[in-house]
């Protein structure tokens, strides 16, 4: 009788667990194989938890979830237009057991635990198709930070039109693209997508007119027109940028640039080609310094580094729900917006009384809804080439010094958001302020 009754309680689990939708897993973007019957015991204990995240991530629009061990419970958040939000707690075995269990779903080694691990996996919801990358890092003791991105490949935010890319912008990628040699960089902290930022700038580079090639992995994102090709085994990257350059290659795309051996090597074969790629840096001028640093000759960085692209996201407000507001002159003239700004929007703030207040469900009440990207460009004019080399430049010198050259800054870009109304001053002062 009892175990009569047991069972029946499980068939209406099923059935209940059947009326909810869940992301379904397709697979690593590798191609690898994934075999959950090996592994059942982990599957039993992981996988539907795993499901329940991930779907639970994708309906609130999440662009990252992260799971951290704390304790005795692991700590998750989702990311949403890149701010953090609290996505509940799980129990130190269950953290782990969806941690492992979405390493195995991207097909990374699930008894590696003491190394930094990257991968990604296919995924589905309601007929939405979406890119999962999976990034474990160790934490010591066999405890590990799980770190999931999402990409919805049904938004296509990666066109220069799309990004928001300005016309000044396009042009002055076109015309370093044209010189046929020398590297055009793109740079950022992590999540803060420099990734697509960086297709999007191959992208603006005509491919009509070029011929690129492309080493770097591109998993499920497209280049059209763009030939990919990859090291053979064996071959360095002299030797790979030598193969390329007989085919007559006038651009090169290559994957993120983290080691000095390769930014070297770069610089070294300027002449051949354009090179494209991104680079872990706060921003165009730390990265300059950066790569100062990395090659030891600031002479060859100028000579070889034609532009240097940083960039930031910022949320942009719901239009269903701002609240245009009249702002005061001080203000307007502390943070540098013109003199004749009389109306800017912010999230709204109903009035704690107010009982016929409707809560927005465009945005789910957090007032913002997707991001924009704000561009800076460091350009290697003869001016900026003269300045750089003259005394020893600081992170601060260097913006200093583009501004006075007239080149475009994330805060000036910041500020033309504001005054048309597409973000909020607080937005902004959220945005610039150092990651705590
Ligand atoms: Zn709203």
Redesign the pocket.
């Known amino acids: 009788m009892i175990f009569g009754f047991g069972r029946r309680a499980d068939d209406a689990d099923l059935d209940e667990e059947e009326e909810v939708e869940h992301v379904q897993f397709l697979g690593p973007l590798s191609g690898a194989e994934v075999n959950l019957g090996q592994n059942a015991r982990l599957a039993e204990a992981g996988l539907l938890p795993a499901k329940e995240l991930v779907t639970d991530a994708l309906l609130r629009r999440a662009d990252r979830i992260r799971i951290e061990p704390k304790g005795n419970v692991a700590a998750v958040s989702l990311f949403v237009d890149g701010k953090p939000y609290p996505g509940g707690r799980l129990s130190k075995q269950q953290g782990l057991a969806v941690t492992q269990m979405l390493k195995l779903l991207a097909g990374l080694n699930i008894k590696e635990r003491t190394k930094r691990q990257s991968g990604g996996l296919k995924a589905e919801l309601e007929e939405v198709p979406y890119e999962l990358g999976v990034e474990s890092s160790p934490l010591g003791e066999g405890a590990e930070r799980l770190s999931v991105t999402i990409r919805n490949l049904k938004q296509k935010l990666d066109t220069p039109e799309a990004l928001g890319f300005s016309d000044d912008m396009r042009a002055k990628i076109r015309t370093s693209a044209a010189l046929k040699r020398g590297l055009i960089l793109v740079c950022g902290p992590p999540y803060s997508g420099v990734t697509t930022t960086t297709y999007a700038v191959v992208r603006t580079v005509d491919a009509y007119i070029y011929n690129i090639y492309s080493i770097a992995g591109t998993g499920t994102r497209e280049l059209s027109h763009i030939t990919e090709t990859e090291i053979k085994e064996g071959d360095d990257l002299p030797t790979t940028i030598q193969r390329i350059r007989r085919m007559e290659a006038d651009a090169l795309f290559l994957d993120p640039l983290r080691d000095a051996e390769t930014v070297k090597t770069l610089f070294a074969e300027r002449e051949k080609m354009c090179y494209i790629s991104e680079f872990p840096a706060k921003d165009a001028a730390h990265g300059i310094l950066q790569l100062m640093k990395w090659t030891g000759d600031p002479k060859l960085v100028v000579d070889g580094l034609s532009l240097i692209i940083s960039q930031k996201l910022i949320r942009t407000l719901?239009k269903?729900?701002r609240e245009a507001y009249r702002p005061n002159p001080k203000i307007v003239q502390k943070v540098g917006l013109p003199p004749e700004t009389k109306v800017l929007y912010r999230p709204p703030q109903p009035d704690p009384e107010d009982q016929e207040y409707q809560p927005?469900t465009?945005?789910g009440e957090t007032?913002y809804?997707g991001r924009a990207g704000l561009y800076e460009l460091i350009e290697l004019t003869d001016e900026m080439k003269q300045f750089l080399l003259s005394g020893s430049p600081t992170p601060q010198s260097i913006k200093q010094q583009a501004r006075k050259l007239g080149m475009q800054s994330l805060q000036q870009e910041g500020l033309r958001l504001v005054a048309e109304g597409r973000t909020s001053l607080e937005e902004l002062q959220r945005a610039f302020k150092p990651a705590s």
Do not use: K, L, S, V
Request: with cysteine; net charge negative; glycine share 12%.
């Open positions: 719901c269903d729900c927005c465009t945005c007032g809804i």
